[in-house]
C-alpha cells in the first residue's frame, strides 16, 4: 500500500555529486510547474492511502518561492509534509531562520539535509550545518543525510581471509556507477540474484519526477502520470509482467540481463551496479519505464 510520495520538484541542483542517484546539476531543467503540483496532488488525494509528502530533487529551494506553494497545497489536502535539501541557502544560522520561518508556519514533520564530502564545497563549508541549527532554533523536526566515499574493510569470517566489505552508504546507480567504482572490490555477476534495496513488487513510496514519471527506483519507472492517473498505474501495476522489474523480481540485476540477452562482464561492485549497467543497455529499448534519461547521464 502506497504510503509516501516523494516529488523530485526539480532535477536542478547546485552540485554534481559524484554519487548521485538521479545525475542532477546545474544544467539539468526539469522542474514542475504550479499547475503540474496541483494535478499531482489532487491525484494523490485520491489515492486514499497517503500520508506524507516530501519535496527534494535535485535542490528544492533553488525554486523556493514554488517549495514554498507545494507545501501549502500538500498541507491543505490534509498531508504530513517533509523537505530534502543541501542547505545552500544557509550562509549563517541568521540567513537560514529568514528561509525557513515560513515553512515553520507552514509546518512539516521532516527536515532532512545532506551533509557530507560529496555536498560540502570545502572542509571550511559549514552551510549544511547553518540549516541545521536554524531549523532546530524554530523546532522543525530536523535529521541528517550523511553518505560518504565508498571504504573498504575485511569482514571477518570462518576461513583464514576477510571478505571485502564496501561501507559510506554510496549505492552504485546513477552517477556512482560511472564515476566511483574504479579500484573497489567486485563479486561474481552470477551472485547477483536479487534487488535488496526496493520493494518493487509492492511499494509503500515511490518519487515522481515532473516529466510524470513515477519511480520505483530511480530510472525505473511504473509509468507516467501525464498519461494515467496515479491510482490507475498502481491499480494496473502488474510488476511481474513488467519488462524490467519482472526479470529483477525472479532474478535480480544478473536475471535481468539473461531475459534479455545483454553483453556483460563477469563482475561488478555490487547488485545496483549490475542492474544500472543492464537498464542503461536497455534505455533504447524500454524508454517509457527508463526514465528519464538524465538518471543515466544523457
Known sequence: ??????????????????????????????????????????????????????????EPFLFYPLLLEGLRMVRAAGFD????TNG???????????????????????????????????????????????????????????????????????????????????????RAAEKLTAGLP???CNELTTCPHEDLLSPERVHVDAYGNVHLCQGLSMGNIWEKSLRDLLRRYDAHN???????LQGGPIGLTKEHGLAISDSYVDECH????ARKQLLPHFPQYLAPKEAYGL
Open 1 to 58: 500500500m502506497l504510503t509516501g510520495i516523494h516529488i523530485l520538484l526539480t532535477l536542478k541542483c547546485t552540485n554534481e555529486c559524484d554519487h548521485c542517484f538521479l545525475q542532477c546539476g546545474p544544467s539539468r531543467e526539469a522542474t514542475f510547474t504550479i499547475e503540474q503540483l496541483w494535478i499531482l496532488i489532487d491525484q494523490i488525494k485520491q489515492m486514499g492511502t497517503v500520508n506524507i509528502v516530501y519535496f527534494e530533487g535535485g
Open 81 to 84: 509534509a517533509g523537505i530534502v
Open 88 to 174: 545552500y541557502w544557509a550562509t549563517s544560522v541568521e540567513d537560514g531562520l529568514h528561509w525557513l520561518k515560513p515553512i515553520r508556519e507552514l509546518g512539516i514533520v521532516d527536515f532532512s539535509v545532506s551533509d557530507d564530502e560529496f555536498h560540502r564545497l570545502d572542509k571550511n563549508d559549514r552551510r549544511a550545518e547553518f540549516a541545521r541549527q536554524a531549523a532546530q532554533r524554530l523546532g522543525i523536526p530536523t535529521g541528517t543525510i550523511c553518505i560518504e566515499p565508498p571504504n573498504v574493510s575485511l569482514q571477518a569470517t570462518e576461513g583464514r581471509r576477510g571478505k571485502p566489505v564496501i561501507g559510506g552508504g554510496v549505492l552504485f546507480k546513477g
Open 186 to 188: 567486485v563479486r561474481d
Open 242 to 248: 513488467h519488462p524490467i522489474v519482472g526479470p529483477l
Open 274 to 277: 549490475l542492474c544500472y549497467t
